[in-house]
């Protein structure tokens, strides 16, 4: 852990260099350019309530509900779908200079981070349309920021690592981040779990990113405050996800050079 801070450090202005021309490349030639940001899950929010509203009318504050399951689900999705190319995309950099391999997937969640704190506009924006007056539970948003950040690094490291030997990945996971967000109850109400096969619902219950936008939702919605055991399912979920990532970018990326 300090040789990975002491790098962070080390290559600071190159994570900055990065996330700048990531957030330049993504908004270029756009008129309204880091403003869609916040647009984009507000229109997205505009059509999922227009389909969805009359369907889930137990769900209360639909807007509200979708907006803070997508705002932490898409971070993830654009983290580690970043993460999953970043070493491939940075081969050329990487035969010419010696630069730690993890700073490219670390470079790529910051950037979605950075996303997802502007996206948090359109929550408030919601916020203000709605009438809708958050608990001051709406505090501890902060530590579920901070979990899914750390899962999302762990589970970029380990794709960037398994995506330069098996690039089939690279188009497998478009799927499986679909039918992950199937797994996490975004737009469907969460009552309906009770109503689903075991088998089902098991499986949901062992989806991490179900945990996360539960946090938020009950922090910034429901004024619940997050339990011990909360918080210590999202830690674990982070940390492994960190160490076992890590660690396998680590033993294998002297390797990367042979395959990229």
Known sequence: MKVFIKNVFKYRYLLEDLTTRDLKVKYRRSLLGILWSVLNPLLMMMVITAVFSSIFKVV???????????????????????????????????????????????????????????????????????????????????????????????????????????????HLYSVFLTALMYMTPIIYPESMLESMPAIVSNVIYCNPMYYYVQYFRNVAMYGIVPSLKDNLICIFCALLSLLIGSLVLKKSQNKFILYI
């Open 60 to 170: 209360e504050n639909f807007p509200i509900y979708y907006l803070t399951g997508s705002l932490i689900f898409n971070f993830f999705g654009e983290a580690t779908n970043g993460a999953l190319t970043s070493i491939l995309g940075n081969s050329p950099l990487i035969k010419k200079v010696y630069v730690p391999k993890f700073i490219f997937p670390l470079e790529k969640t910051i950037f979605a981070f950075v996303n997802m704190l502007f996206s948090l506009l359109a929550v408030i924006i919601m916020f203000i349309i709605l009438r809708f007056v958050p608990s001051w539970t709406i505090v501890f948003s902060p530590f579920v920021f901070l979990y899914v950040l750390v899962f999302s690094l762990g589970v970029g490291f380990f794709l960037s690592a398994i995506s330069i030997f098996f690039r089939d990945v690279i």
